[in-house]
């Protein structure tokens, strides 16, 4: 996993609700069987006019991620309930192979928000009013730099909630799997003791 | 003793480890795995030279990209490798699969219950949302991603933090033409898309108690629209008669042992909930969405509210953008809606009493001359168990067709897709954009609402019917 301690970044900013991961890469594209490849579909049916079968699909120039301005942003804030419905975690990796390394919002899908910090993608929570004010200071100016310090659990002047475990994670670039494997004893004695369940 | 809630002692009872300043190491019971979220944790379990710790507890099955016209016949490549490389990695891993050739292939959500794997007080879970299905059971289920399904492959067990618990409590006796669907439609328009977020949501109340576990299972499978990524009914006699004599179900003595066990899951009476809900069951309307998230039920009679009415900036920009993508208008009717398609299946609404009472209302009928309708029973055994009864016939003679079981038009991963711009009145479970075909149209119902609107081709109030 990708370490993150400090990012200064542009931001892009999705001004919208409940968005689910069936938007954030549709399930015509989940057939493949690999982690990789999934930054081209980030928002596919957003970001291309469909032709719906005829002649290739075309930029929508309308789109928030085919405008100039937000090009390189590497802060993805979007509205309330961020990858809410689907638990596919091609979601994550699609929003981290186009380049994003933070997601910002009022709050997320639980099992996106799980997913991310799996894949090196930090979801940070603020307050509906602070995420207000980022969605003000990115339309004002686009070019606004926004710091991210995880260490410090701080975006712009916001702090932000995460647990702890998982900060530790994130800033050493470790998977949870070795932690697990580690407790190999201890889930042999209760799978003597818990013979029952099944 | 403290009083506990059903949460609590599920998931005490599962801790394997809670050492200071890390999340739970929890144990899991059954692990349920299907073609989409899997390869990648197999390729990981390849390249990291680990095995599957618990074949005798992992079990798989397709049903995302599976065809539905043909039992084995997937046409499309990429599908094909898929449901092919789930089929190699439970062959070198040793994993049981309910897959193609098998008599009892099926929604994974569908078949844990049915085969019985699915019992009281375990944990389950499963690389996809709707697991919170298998909580009508009184067990503690939710879906998870692909980084821990390979942690459950390689340990059994996953980091988690605990739940909040959001008591939703529905008492009464539900009307005529009401179903779980709507109870859950319902609760969804009350609690919204995110009211759930952090929390594992307990469906207590005599409405429940008195629900069948088809219906159970509906209430729960959709916990997940309201973001709780688990809801749970506590286990009675309905929950014992149904898995009395399943294929995993305990036998003889055993079952004995674990009736006992099972009959002390329920919350005890002054154990708090972090959140109350009430419902009363008789204001429960039979509901349709009209917008492009699942919280967005109506009851028929009602109007399709304003944006303006919306209380921040943002939720009216999605609300204008869901009207928009609908070709709907704030203040109109959904009854009276023409639609092109039916979609009876899923896992929300695909088991034998939701197709029994589906074909109830089409009997002698005729599917409307302007409309595509499709049944797609929710396994094989619920499949062959209609046609036991004739249901298939009922469908079929109706202008229904008949199909084989799967995902289907739910997710649009396979053949069946509803067409750019067309609506669809589908029994599924989230009418989001895309969801059912590039530029798809849902409107969540019923299956007794979508076999109503079956035949007269536009949105009808199934109580006209009964």
Redesign the interface.
């Known amino acids: 996993m990708k370490k993150f301690h400090k990012l200064f970044s542009t931001c892009l900013p999705v001004r919208e609700e409940n968005i689910d991961t069936d938007q954030i890469v549709p399930a015509r594209f989940l057939k493949v069987t690999s982690r990789e490849g999934f930054g081209t579909y980030l928002f596919y049916d957003w970001r291309f006019d469909k032709s719906f079968g005829g002649a290739q699909d075309k930029s929508n120039t309308k789109c928030v991620f085919n405008n100039p301005k937000y090009k390189g942003a590497k802060i993805l804030v979007a509205g309330n309930n961020f990858g809410c419905g689907s638990s596919r975690e091609h979601a994550a990796w699609a929003i981290a192979e186009y380049g994003f390394r933070v997601v910002v919002s009022s709050s997320f899908g639980d099992i996106f928000y799980n997913n991310a910090l799996k894949n090196g993608l930090l979801p940070i929570s603020v307050k509906p009013k602070e995420l207000e004010i980022l969605f003000q200071i990115i339309e004002k100016k686009s070019q606004t730099e926004i710091t991210v310090d995880l260490k410090k659990q701080k975006i712009h002047t916001f702090h932000f909630p995460i647990d702890s475990f998982r900060k530790t994670c994130l800033l050493k670039g470790v998977d949870e799997l070795g932690y697990i494997l580690s407790h190999e004893g201890k889930i042999k004695q209760f799978e003597q003791r818990q013979n029952i369940f099944v | 003793m403290k009083p506990k809630t059903l949460f609590e002692k599920i998931w005490e009872?599962h801790v394997?480890?809670k050492e200071k300043?890390?999340?739970s190491?929890l144990?899991i019971?059954?692990h349920l795995i299907h073609e989409?979220?899997s390869?990648?944790a197999f390729?990981n379990l390849r390249k990291?030279n680990l095995n599957v710790r618990r074949t005798?507890?992992t079990f798989a099955t397709v049903d995302?990209?599976v065809s539905t016209t043909s039992q084995r016949n997937i046409k499309?490549a990429?599908?094909r490798?898929?449901v092919e490389?789930l089929e190699r990695n439970c062959k070198d891993f040793g994993i049981e699969l309910f897959g193609l050739n098998s008599p009892n292939q099926g929604i994974v959500h569908v078949i844990g219950p049915e085969l019985g794997i699915t019992?009281p007080?375990?944990t389950i879970v499963c690389?996809?949302?709707h697991?919170s299905t298998h909580g009508a059971f009184g067990t503690l289920a939710?879906?998870?991603?692909?980084?821990?399904v390979?942690?459950v492959l390689?340990?059994?067990?996953?980091?988690q933090?605990p739940m909040k618990i959001m008591e939703v409590r529905i008492d009464g006796t539900l009307g005529k033409g009401v179903t779980a669907k709507d109870v859950i439609l319902t609760i969804l328009s009350k609690i919204g898309?995110?009211g759930g977020?952090?929390y594992c949501i307990e469906y207590t109340g005599s409405t429940m108690q008195n629900m069948n576990m088809e219906g159970r299972m509906t209430i729960c499978n959709m916990s997940?629209?309201g973001?709780a990524?688990a809801g749970m009914i506590a286990p009675d006699e309905i929950t014992f008669a149904y898995l009395k004599g399943r294929q995993?179900s305990p036998k003889q003595e055993k079952w004995e042992?674990s009736l006992k066990?099972w009959k002390s899951l329920r919350t005890d009476p002054d154990a708090p909930y972090d959140k109350t809900v009430i419902i009363e069951a008789k204001k429960i309307a039979p509901l349709v969405t009209w917008g492009t998230?699942p919280s967005t039920g109506i009851p028929i009679h009602e109007k399709i509210p304003h944006p303006n009415k919306m209380q921040?900036?943002?939720?009216k920009?999605?609300s204008e953008?869901a009207l928009t993508y609908m070709a709907l208008k704030p203040g109109m009717r959904l009854e009276g809606f023409p639609i092109d398609y039916v979609f009876i299946g899923s896992c929300t609404n695909a088991r034998i009493s939701d197709l029994r009472e589906a074909a109830k209302i089409i009997k002698g009928k005729k599917v409307k001359n302007t409309v595509t309708a499709w049944v797609v029973p929710g396994s094989r055994q619920i499949k062959r168990q209609a046609e036991k009864e004739g249901l298939d016939k009922i469908f079929h003679s109706a202008g229904f067709e008949w199909r084989w079981s799967g995902c289907s038009a739910c997710?649009?991963?396979n053949d069946d897709k509803i067409?750019?711009g067309k609506y669809c009145i589908s029994t599924s479970n989230?009418n989001?954009?895309?969801?059912q075909g590039?530029?798809s149209r849902t409107f969540l119902a019923s299956p007794i609402m979508a076999a109503a609107a079956a035949i007269e081709g536009k949105i009808t109030d199934v109580r006209n019917y009964l």
């Open positions: 009872s394997v480890t300043g890390t999340p190491l144990y019971d059954a989409v979220t390869p990648q390729a990291k005798d507890k995302h990209n499309d990429l599908s490798v898929q490389t019992k007080g375990m690389g996809d949302s697991t939710f879906g998870i991603g692909t980084t821990e390979e942690h390689a340990t059994q067990c996953l980091l933090q898309t995110k977020i952090g997940i629209e973001g990524r995993f042992e066990r998230d921040s900036k943002d939720q920009i999605t953008k997710i649009a991963m067409p750019p989230r989001y954009e895309g969801r590039p530029g």
